[in-house]
Nanobody
Framework: QVQLVESGGGLVQAGGSLRLSCAAS????????MAWFRQAPGKEREFLAV????????DYPDSVKGRFTISRDNAKNTVYLQMNSLKSEDTAVYFC???????????????????????WGQGTQVTVSS
């Protein structure tokens, strides 16, 4: 079992940056692949980024590649999402998610699916004003 708590959301102007954090409970954080998703009102949950337990493998969709960066600090049981050049369409609730996984397994396209994840945080609101 792992509990996830996101933080760092808020209101930012278009073109600005935010860094989201997701703190995990437990002693086996490095055994979880960690991902970020978002969901805007009336839309499906959207994959943003995923990182392997070792931190050596990541994946992003084209929609955020080059603007968003996922990272993790296993000593602090925390995963981060650095978001730059924010746009109004980035407004959404942002969620982190965890999937039990060998930390050295390379991330694949199947890790973009929300069904791969066993644990979810409650979400943090990000609002980008234009």
């Amino acid at each position: 079992q792992v509990q996830l708590v996101e933080s760092g959301g808020g209101l930012v102007q278009a073109g600005g940056s935010l860094r989201l954090s997701c703190a995990a409970s437990g002693r086996t954080f490095s055994r979880y692949a960690m991902a970020w998703f978002r969901q805007a009102p009336g839309k499906e949950r959207e994959f943003l980024a995923v990182i392997s337990g070792s931190g050596g493998s990541t994946d992003y969709p084209d929609s955020v590649k080059g603007r968003f960066t996922i990272s993790r600090d296993n000593a602090k049981n925390t995963v981060y999402l650095q978001m730059n050049s924010l746009k109004s369409e980035d407004t959404a609730v942002y969620f982190c998610a965890a999937a039990w996984r060998d930390p050295w397994v390379v991330i694949t396209l199947s890790d973009r699916s929300p069904t791969r994840y066993d644990y979810w945080g409650q979400g943090t609101q990000v609002t980008v004003s234009s």
